[in-house]
């Protein structure tokens, strides 16, 4: 079974621009989860989808949105780009919403801004 | 709110001796406590998970992590460590009745000398 596909897998962007990056999840997972790796901050979470809803999301700014389609993919956004931006962005899918499931991580997308 | 402290942001130690990597939680309620393991430029591979029942649980690559309820530790352990298990290790918590974001500590990286 493939796993989790992040893409692309490197991005460099101009501050001020706008970015999409893409996760498809493991097949039959419904739920997709991003997350955002910094050296400063470590690990935090953006949102999570479920079933084409957001179910939940993490403190950072309308900048950051997402949506996910009817076969699971999923997408996130980030405009207006600040040079804190650059980081892993890293995406996760699970079967469900049940909190005892463990989440499958992709590779991530590591997005440069200058 | 949930919280996860990994006290050491380096550990080493020779290959074939036993490893522990120290994480301890805070949360109100029942927690459900991940191991992940990343290597470079790679995204999080999950290695075990504790939700209920035996204090002591086994995962991939012969990791296993003990939980302690009373000190709020769940430490990770292999018998006999390999070079191959150089990488950074995240403990992680989610707390029951809470959304499902994972909270992460901050990493502790492992370096397994020859």
């Known amino acids: 079974k493939a796993g989790v596909t992040q893409t692309p897998r490197y991005l460099i962007k101009t501050r001020g621009q706008q970015v999409t990056l893409s996760c498809s999840p493991i097949?039959?997972?419904?739920?997709v989860s991003w997350y955002q790796q910094t050296p400063g901050q470590g690990l935090q979470f953006l949102f999570e989808?479920?079933?084409?809803?957001?179910?939940n999301k993490g403190n950072f700014p309308g900048r950051f949105s997402g949506r996910q389609f009817s076969n699971s993919r999923s997408e996130m956004n980030v405009s207006t780009l600040e040079l804190g931006d650059s980081a892993l962005y890293l995406c996760?899918?699970?079967?469900?919403?049940?909190?005892?499931?463990?989440?499958?991580f992709g590779q991530g997308t590591r997005l440069t801004v200058v | 709110a949930q919280s996860v402290a990994q006290p050491e942001d380096q550990v080493n130690v020779a290959e074939g001796n036993p490893l522990t990597v120290k994480c301890t939680y805070s949360?109100?309620?029942?927690?459900?406590l991940f191991w992940y393991v990343q290597y470079p430029n790679r995204g999080l591979q999950f290695l075990l998970k504790y939700i209920t029942g035996d204090n002591l649980v086994k995962g991939s690559y012969g990791f296993e992590a003990e939980f302690n309820k009373s000190q709020t530790s769940f430490h990770l352990k292999k018998p006999s460590a390999l070079v191959s298990d150089s990488a950074l290790y995240f403990c992680?918590?989610?707390?029951?009745?809470?959304?499902?974001?994972?909270?992460f500590g901050s990493g502790t990286q492992l370096t397994v000398l020859p």
């Open positions: 097949s039959g997972h419904r739920s």
């Open positions: 989808y479920f079933s084409e809803t957001q179910r």
């Open positions: 992680a918590v989610r707390r029951e009745g809470s959304a499902r974001q994972l909270t």
């Open positions: 949360v109100s309620g029942n927690p459900y």
């Open positions: 996760a899918s699970s079967t469900g919403t049940g909190i005892r499931t463990e989440a499958f």
